[in-house]
């Protein structure tokens, strides 16, 4: 693709990553194919092809409309595109310079403006959002349908261990997952307890910058990462350092494992996080080399018929495929995918309440996927996926790591 970047884009960062990002494109529409909002809305500029040609009109100089900010907010980053592409177009990086260049150029409208800010301040601090949360699910018989579906039920964490191992690894504790779902980090810290793996949390680390980065308030999100490597650095450098970084949210593994990139321009961050991407792992990187011990304690545990929903930010933004259904086929769970499985279930970070008509109609074609498989349980590996999926079923939605937890729980027992 042809490029001819106005003056303003021409010898900036930005600018030079948008234009051998667009360079690389050769239009195929192989993309098209797999793109979920263009699956629903059949608008070429509802997919990644088309949306490639609006972010070049824009970094070329063209007028800059709401209608070109609505078709790019209307993408998932689900990253699908960046799977079929055969030319290896990096769309979401694309998207980030595009996103960035019409936020500046198209006011938002006062209400969309205030829900975004919303967002990007009450879920990212625990003193607001767990209020706000457990106030909600005791309020739960009085508020709309809708709105009890998108609420989590309230869970406890159960028991941290306590035993010192010799392996060490951190774990992000998140932003939103501690308040949702507050069992999914304790089971993962439980299970690598068994396995002779100690997780450590560093009391400062947040978000990892996802959610403000992605709500184009881009600044704000490399702030939040700076923060994160901060809290993390005496873990993992000295004598003492520890394995890995391990992620249970694979939104916040795709975007960890970035942060080389994403701070390269910055002299005083870009050696750390290169570090810090290099260390982050998903749950399901680290448990495959504990496969034969889990198998010994675990065959026949697990009876249920499990459908593993894989999200995007670990099949398409970290391209991890396989890692988990090995890991729990391995355990003898009997774990199988549904139909379309390699596309987006609409959660998608904050777009589930952005874009809420287009995140509940992928939803309900996920379920109804997901229900043919005539599962007794859905598993996925990411918060956002589980929460927007349970909304829409009564069959429970856990993440795959609190399935091996009970099983080896029920062990301990037996």
């Avoid at 010192?164 to 501690?178: E, I, S, T, Y």
């Avoid at 793996?197 to 403000?212: H, M, N």
């Avoid at 982050?280 to 593993?308: C, H, M, N």
């Amino acid at each position: 693709m042809q490029t001819n970047l106005a003056d303003f884009m021409k010898n900036t960062r930005d600018g030079e990553e948008a234009d051998a990002i667009l360079r690389s494109c050769v239009h195929c529409g192989f993309c098209t194919a797999t793109c979920p909002t263009y699956q629903l809305l059949g608008d070429e500029l509802d997919g990644p092809r088309g949306r490639i040609y609006l972010i070049k009109q824009v970094l070329e100089g063209a007028a800059v409309t709401a209608k070109t900010q609505t078709h790019l907010d209307r993408c998932l980053t689900c990253r699908n595109c960046e799977t079929t592409c055969p030319s290896g177009v990096k769309y979401g990086r694309l998207l980030d310079i595009g996103r960035k260049v019409v936020e500046l150029r198209v006011p938002r409208p006062f209400a969309e403006r205030v829900k975004r800010f919303v967002l990007k301040e009450a879920l990212l601090r625990q003193w607001i959002f767990r209020p706000l949360l457990k106030s909600g699910q005791l309020l739960r018989p009085l508020l709309s349908k809708p709105m009890q579906d998108s609420l989590p039920r309230a869970q406890g964490a159960g028991r941290w261990p306590r035993r010192q191992h010799a392996r060490k690894m951190l774990l992000l504790d998140g932003c939103v997952q501690p308040g949702m779902a507050p069992n999914i980090n304790a089971a993962a810290a439980r299970v690598l307890d068994v396995l002779g793996v100690q997780l450590i949390l560093a009391p400062k680390a947040g978000c990892c910058g996802a959610l403000r980065y992605h709500l184009n308030d881009q600044e704000a999100g490399l702030n939040d990462m700076r923060r994160n490597i901060d809290a993390w650095w005496p873990y993992v450098s000295g004598a003492d350092a520890v394995e890995a970084i391990v992620i249970t949210a694979s939104g916040c593994g795709v975007t960890i494992k970035e942060y080389g990139h994403l701070l390269e321009h910055d002299s005083r961050y870009a050696a750390k996080a290169l570090r810090i991407s290099q260390l982050t792992r998903d749950l399901s990187e680290i448990l495959p080399a504990f496969e034969a011990e889990l198998a010994s304690q675990l065959e026949g545990k697990i009876k249920q018929r499990v459908a593993y929903h894989p999200p995007c930010s670990l099949q398409h933004g970290q391209q991890i495929r396989g890692q988990v259904e090995g890991v729990l086929r391995a355990a003898g769970v009997d774990v199988t995918l549904c139909a379309d499985s390699h596309l987006c279930c609409g959660s998608a970070g904050t777009y589930s309440v952005l874009q809420p008509e287009l995140a509940m109609a992928l939803r309900d074609k996920k379920l109804a996927n997901l229900t043919a498989t005539e599962a007794d349980v859905i598993v996925s590996a990411n918060i956002g996926c589980l929460v927007h999926l349970q909304s829409g079923t009564e069959t429970p939605v856990k993440h795959w790591i609190e399935l091996i937890d009970q099983a080896l729980a029920q062990s301990a027992r037996a």
